[in-house]
Every structure is written in C-alpha cells, then in structure tokens.
C-alpha cells in the first residue's frame, strides 16, 4: 500500500467510532510522547487524546481535503490536510508528524488551527 494512502487510512480511523472504542488501536497508534496543539489552543497528551477518542458517541462526520505527505528523514513524516467537520462547518489546516517505531507508524504530533480556507 502507498504511505500516503495508508496514512490517509490511519488519519480517517480517528473519526471511526468502531476503531475508537478499541483502546489497544489507539494505544499501537499513538506514540506514548504524543502531544497535540487543539483547535481551541489547548495542548493535549496521549492519556487525554485516548479517553477522547475511546468516548466517542458515533462517527465524527469529518471530510479530509487536500491531504498531502511529505517524509522528512527515514521513518519520519508529515501530513497536511484540511478537516471539513461537515455538521459544525468547522474548517481547520492540520498537520501530522507520524514516527516509525518498530515497523509501525505513529502518530506523534497534531495540531489543527481553524481557518475559513477550503483548500491551500
């Protein structure tokens, strides 16, 4: 599978209620030094970003757009897209650092600022 798709993938399973409500998909795909910059400002680790995602009451109706990946050393690379939170009307630029650890990949950085930009 092409590492863009297959991040694509990953990036779309943290709206999927059925993939949240596993704790062990989240634990394998969050890297234990996650951090993230929130749309609201707020910094959030990986404990908090788990008991989020695990208490999920449905999908989250969120369209990826413009999504792009760009490897910045070996196992090392970023995402950029912009989430289109359909029912809120809520756009935001995000950017993704995921990590190669022990052949998997994990997400270790997120940060989403609201914008009115429907694509870049």
């Not at 863009?4 to 993938?9: A, F, P, S, W």
């Not at 969050?30 to 990986?46: A, L, P, T």
């Not at 950029?80 to 029912?87: A, L």
């Not at 940060?111 to 930009?117: C, H, S």
Request: with cysteine.
């Amino acid at each position: 599978m092409k590492l863009e798709k297959l991040i694509l993938e990953y990036e779309n399973d943290f709206f999927n209620k059925d993939f949240c409500d596993v704790k062990g998909n989240l634990d394998m795909r969050i890297h234990d030094e996650f951090f993230e910059i929130g749309k609201s400002g707020q910094i959030f680790y990986k404990d908090s970003i788990i008991g989020f995602l695990n208490n999920l009451d449905s999908d989250r109706d969120i369209e990826i757009i413009d999504f792009k990946v760009k490897d910045l050393r070996e196992g090392l690379l970023i995402a950029n897209y912009i989430s289109n939170e359909r029912e809120l009307g809520i756009n935001a630029l995000r950017t993704s650092i995921w990590m190669k650890e022990e052949g998997e990949w994990k997400l270790l950085f997120h940060q989403g600022t609201i914008t009115e930009l429907e694509s870049y």
